[in-house]
């Protein structure tokens, strides 16, 4: 057929199969439509399951005991700064006096220039320049080719590696010079120029030099910056200053970072009940993938009772870690702090749990031996890695599952693609025929027509 519509039946052949392949791919359009919503589950079990991954992270992040060792360095001069690292101890402390702050050694050209393209020399000849450090009397020669502007001086110099690096500076107009920073700072960048032509004349501009503190006894520490690590254990210090003065740095516990630590907790476990209420919502007109699900429900009643089990005959609710009326965790941080300043050794154990110990005999592994308890982050990171495993979790596992389902859906539609178009060639091939036929049948009676026609009446 090479018009839409018959030219014997005057039937409307695209419309017509148009429709009827409609109908023949319904069973295609139901594949379709269900593979959208196994993808809406699996991106709804994955989705919960990265709010698990953040539980885990929180939850491992208490159970290390140096989050509970938590420590902050303070100063009594605000010309030093200090702050702790996680190896600092509560308690220690330092005193000192800032003798000097470090210097970086640099020296500039006695010798002037119009502009960064004048010749480095008078008659443009060449010259030559060594670099010389103070501390270990390295020499570095460097030779500047004659016809050199002051600018391919410098690269010259920055080119030998010779421990300083070489700049144009303006000092006013038509007022330039060579720069020499050492690269090192403090003492041991320290250098000497010399040299014919240019090089000869240099003016120290600063010394290089370390930072020094004096302590007691006569001792002193020496830096190449002004930085100092360790000095005292895990605490690093700046000082910005020299002003004789006498400076202490001590290092004490610091209570609110542990109950940070605490408070991102709970708000991971937060967010992992909200993940599962939108996936689950089962509420009129909710468009919820995952409404019911029994699984995450469950997995809602496993994240509660961490909180409202007892642990080891105690309540978390004494810590500042509570449910709310709306099943939600509720975390007091001013009751927390001041319950691990009454009692550090109580709130640990809440929340990190109690490890087994031996019994009156002084053998483990007997019945009288203290059974070990877990606590609230040991539960909840026992509880999101059975749920977030990437190779066991039971959220990884379902949404594995539904990507295999997709998998098989995306074949189904593939195949009824092809069996669609054939199904289409046999309707089209069915009403071609259908048209010869009719085509046939209007010649013959037209024939028979005509023929009759020819008869004699008296026939």
Not at 155 to 183: D, P, Y
Request: cysteine-free; aromatic content about 4%.
């Amino acid at each position: 057929m090479s018009v839409s519509t018959g030219l014997i039946s005057g039937i409307n052949y695209d419309t017509m199969i148009s429709q009827l392949m409609q109908i023949e791919a319904n069973p295609q359009k139901l594949l379709q439509n269900k593979l959208v919503d196994v993808k809406a589950d699996a991106a709804a079990y994955r989705a919960v399951n990265t709010k698990f991954d953040a539980l885990r992270s929180a939850a491992e992040a208490m159970t290390r005991s140096a989050t509970f060792a938590a420590a902050k360095a303070s100063s009594s001069s605000p010309d030093v700064v200090a702050t702790a690292g996680t190896t600092a101890t509560p308690g220690s402390s330092i005193t000192f006096t800032v003798s000097s702050l470090a210097g970086t050694h640099s020296m500039v050209s006695g010798s002037q220039w119009s502009s960064r393209t004048a010749s480095a020399t008078a008659d443009g000849s060449a010259w030559s320049m060594t670099v010389t450090n103070s501390a270990t009397q390295a020499a570095t020669s460097i030779a500047v080719p004659a016809g050199a502007t002051l600018a391919d001086a410098a690269s010259a110099i920055n080119g030998a590696k010779a421990g300083v690096t070489a700049s144009v500076v303006q000092l006013g107009a038509n007022e330039f010079r060579l720069q020499l920073t050492a690269s090192t700072g403090g003492a041991a960048g320290a250098f000497d120029v010399t040299g014919s032509g240019p090089a000869t004349g240099f003016l120290l501009n600063d010394q290089g030099r370390n930072a020094q503190l004096t302590l007691g006894s006569g001792l002193t520490a020496s830096s190449t910056s002004n930085v100092f690590t360790d000095l005292l254990p895990g605490v690093t210090i700046t000082a910005a200053k020299v002003d004789g003065s006498t400076v202490t740095v001590g290092v004490a516990s610091d209570p609110s970072a542990v109950a940070d630590k605490v408070k991102a907790l709970v708000d991971a476990a937060n967010g992992v009940l909200s993940a599962i209420a939108t996936q689950t919502d089962t509420a009129a007109g909710s468009k919820a993938a995952l409404k019911g699900d029994s699984t995450l429900r469950s997995l809602t009643s496993s994240v509660l009772s961490t909180i409202s089990t007892s642990i080891g005959g105690a309540s978390a609710s004494t810590v500042g870690i509570s449910l709310t009326r709306d099943g939600k965790l509720a975390f007091d941080s001013a009751k927390f702090t001041a319950a691990l300043a009454a009692d550090p050794a109580k709130v640990q154990a809440l929340v990190n749990g109690t490890d087994a110990t031996a019994g009156p005999n002084g053998t483990t592994g007997d019945a009288d031996d203290t059974v070990a308890v877990q606590g609230v982050a040991q539960r909840l990171l026992e509880l999101s890695k059975q749920a977030s495993n990437t190779t066991t979790g039971i959220l990884t596992l379902r949404a594995k599952g539904e990507d295999e389902r997709a998998a098989g859906l995306t074949g189904q539609i593939s195949d009824w693609d092809r069996r669609l178009e054939l199904r289409e060639a046999s309707i089209t091939a069915r009403f071609t025929a259908m048209e010869t036929a009719l085509g046939t049948l209007q010649s013959k009676s037209s024939w028979l027509s005509s023929q009759l026609a020819s008869l004699s009446k008296s026939s």
